[in-house]
Structures are given as C-alpha cells and as structure tokens.
C-alpha cells in the first residue's frame, strides 16, 4: 500500500522559515516524481514545487526563490524548506504522486496524497 505520511508545519510569523517532510513507503521502485501543493482557506489547489526521480525540480510562480524541494533517497523522503514566508502562504500542504508530469491542481492529478499539513503565516 502507498502512503504518504507528512510532518512539519506549523504557526509562523511573516519572514519566517518552515521545513515539511513527506516520508514515502510502499512504492516497489522510486516514484517517477513527487510534488507539493497546497489549498488556501476557500480557494483552489495551487502547486508549489514538484522533483523528478533524476531530480530535477520546478516551482511554482509564486514560490519561486524562496522554496527548495529535496528528497533524502536513504529515508525515502521528501522536503520542502520554506523561507520568507509570508500571509499569502498560509494554507494546507499535501505532498502527492503526480499522475503525470508535476503540476497537480486538482484531486484528480494524483492518486496519493499525504495527509495535508498546516502551515499558517500570521504576524
């Protein structure tokens, strides 16, 4: 069975740093890739960062330069290190298997998610 299992998250003020882990199992072989995305309170999924299995990696638009995705092959692990963060960041985080590609903005773009995590940025 595939899981997803995150941790992390939490309350912090504008500017601060945050750093989510997304601990992988049940995948025989290394998944082709892995993101993150995120829902704010009332809207729509937004994708934030996404990593192939050569490591490769993109971001979102309105992450970029201040998120850094990562993966630690030996914990099947992922990471997302978060700084200068900031209100508009404020929302539920889920690590997800993409379907294809790496952007995922729906439920339907994954089959496997984490179990979302809160990361709320308020002074």
């Known amino acids: 069975e595939v899981q997803l299992v995150q941790s992390g998250g939490g309350l912090v003020h504008p500017g601060g740093s945050l750093r989510l882990s997304c601990a992988v199992s049940?995948?025989?072989?290394?998944?082709?890739?892995i993101s993150w995305t995120r829902q704010a309170p009332g809207k729509g999924f937004e994708w934030v960062a996404g990593?192939?299995?050569?490591?490769?990696?993109a971001y979102g638009d309105a992450v970029k330069g201040r998120f850094t995705i990562s993966r630690d092959n030996a914990k099947n692990t992922v990471y997302l290190q978060m700084n200068s963060l900031n209100i508009e960041d404020t929302g539920i985080y889920y690590c997800?298997?993409?379907?294809?590609?790496?952007?995922?903005?729906?439920?339907?773009?994954?089959?496997?998610w984490g179990q979302g995590t809160q990361v709320t940025v308020s002074s």
């Open positions: 049940g995948f025989m072989y290394r998944s082709p890739a």
């Open positions: 990593m192939y299995n050569d490591d490769s990696s």
């Open positions: 997800v298997i993409p379907k294809y590609g790496l952007r995922v903005e729906a439920r339907e773009a994954s089959n496997y």
